[in-house]
């Protein structure tokens, strides 16, 4: 491995550590704070479950935050984490849950305005909805659970020590569950950036099973939440559990349980599948904050039992600093990535080339009014935004994907399939007899763009072809991407 790589990857083991440092409250944060466990319990089984959830499902958020930015140079990832570590590592010495989605959310932003790279804004309005609406949600569930639980508990009229003894040990299976959600949900916001310069190969154990590079990328970033948790997290979990309104041992268990489900139906493909499934309108997959959820769990909660018990100002420091999060990481990204670039002499961007050509405009003539753009033919831009900036100017009224769409199909790739590299396609096992075949079939034959590429490849074999773009066949086009991921790996250049 590397050393150069290496010291990139200590923005995001501080992100990892800002973030448990942090978002440990999220989960033990009220049982702590009622003194029904103990931090060190709490702080145990959240770094075990953190760990396996990081490794054995640790997607999280990745796929909805690359499309804000593909940032596409080693230096600008560093400063992407590191940005983003500095906020929350800032406010959670301030005693105050922030969102680390919020945060890396915010150095993306401020990496596309430094690159100039364009911002698909319909993705960060459903990100910026989500923060809005987790904690009203969690809020309403966290405020009928309580009533259920408090119904059923009355009715049993159990003893007062073995509801203690009940409450405690609902307590750690909710925490068990939470953690292990955090890990899943969240290793994506703190490894994520670095998935294209990954220095880690695949282990294989005896041909047991296989230790995948990114479950090792996400193990090490799972680990250094863990640091966080034990070396910062107690702070933070006695604001969530204690500071914004005092909390009944059981109530504290409902606001766990309400979180979780808040983060499950924004995070579930099984569930939007299933969705689906029945006709029945999806809940959209997009990051959202735990630290958000929670905080709304515990006021749904003090709304039942005393509104006058919550504390305003506490909640108000809290909402201020969600405000402040994603703006102050992109100002602070931006000023880190010139310094990077300028003071440093690092590349924080590597450069990429859009051009608009015939075969392109013939690609998009039924979305887009190609004839006002033909006087675009043959002219270079440097960045996504430039390009975007132009098609805007001569179609004002466009429909905004379509020209998103336009913009990133008009990028450059030159892609030309090497025969020598054809006994890299077999091995890993994923391609098909005919896949592979029709990739030799291209031997020696370069593309101008991506998509012709594939297009060439459908043709070769329909085994290529994907889907309708539906929610149920998603898994099916997944699995088809994940594969073109492949070949594309074997034909574009790695990130440096």
Not at 192 to 214: C, E, Q
Not at 460 to 480: C, I
């Amino acid at each position: 491995m590397e050393i150069g790589v290496l010291i990139y990857l200590t923005s995001g083991l501080f992100l990892g550590w800002s973030l448990g440092a942090n978002d440990a409250a999220n989960v033990f944060g009220t049982a702590v704070g009622t003194r029904m466990i103990k931090f060190t319990t709490a702080a145990l089984i959240c770094t075990i479950f953190v760990i396996l959830g990081a490794v054995i499902s640790g997607a999280g958020a990745a796929h909805t935050l690359s499309k804000l930015g593909d940032v596409n140079a080693l230096g600008g990832a560093f400063v992407a984490a590191f940005s983003a570590a500095a906020v929350v590592a800032w406010l959670t010495v301030l005693g105050l849950p922030v969102s680390t989605t919020q945060a890396i959310v915010g150095a993306i932003i401020g990496w596309n305005f430094f690159t100039g790279m364009a911002t698909d804004f319909t993705v960060f309005k459903t990100i910026i909805g989500t923060w809005f609406i987790s904690p009203v949600l969690t809020a309403f569930f966290s405020y009928f659970m309580y009533k259920g639980v408090m119904w059923f508990l009355n009715r049993q009229r159990l003893h007062i020590v073995r509801l203690d003894a009940m409450t405690r040990l609902a307590l750690l299976i909710a925490g068990v569950l939470g953690s292990y959600s955090l890990g899943a949900n969240n290793i994506a916001n703190v490894m994520g950036v670095f998935i294209g310069a990954n220095p880690f190969k695949d282990f294989s154990f005896g041909g047991l099973f296989v230790f995948t590079g990114l479950q090792q990328l996400f193990f090490v970033g799972g680990i250094a939440i863990s640091v966080g948790i034990y070396t910062y997290g107690k702070k933070v979990m006695m604001t969530v559990g204690d500071s914004i309104a005092p909390l009944t041992p059981v109530g504290a268990f409902v606001v766990v349980i309400a979180t979780s489900l808040v983060l499950f139906l924004f995070a579930s493909e099984d569930l939007e599948f299933f969705l689906a499934s029945l006709g029945l309108p999806t809940i959209p997959l997009v990051p959202v904050s735990s630290s958000q959820a929670v905080v709304g769990g515990v006021i749904g909660i003090a709304w039942i039992k005393n509104r006058r018990n919550i504390k305003w100002g506490v909640t108000g420091r809290i909402v201020v600093a969600w405000i402040q999060t994603p703006i102050v990481s992109a100002l602070f990204s931006f000023v880190m990535l010139f310094i990077m670039q300028n003071l440093f002499g690092q590349s924080v961007f590597e450069k990429v080339e859009f051009q608009v050509s015939k075969p392109v405009l013939e690609r998009h003539a039924k979305k887009l009014d190609v004839k006002s753009l033909e006087s675009l033919v043959g002219k270079t831009y440097t960045t996504s935004g430039s390009l975007k900036a132009e098609v805007d100017r001569l179609l004002p009224v466009a429909e905004y994907k379509a020209v998103l769409t336009f913009v990133q199909e008009a990028r450059m790739e030159r892609l030309t399939v090497d025969p020598a590299r054809f006994p890299e396609l077999g091995k890993s096992g994923l391609l098909s007899q005919p896949q592979i075949d029709s990739v030799k079939a291209l031997a020696g034959k370069t593309f101008d763009y991506r998509w012709q590429l594939v297009d060439a490849l459908t043709t070769g074999s329909e085994s290529w072809r994907m889907k309708e773009a539906t929610v149920l066949n998603k898994p099916y086009n997944k699995e088809v991407k994940q594969r073109l991921d492949i070949v594309m790996d074997l034909y574009t250049a790695k990130m440096k």
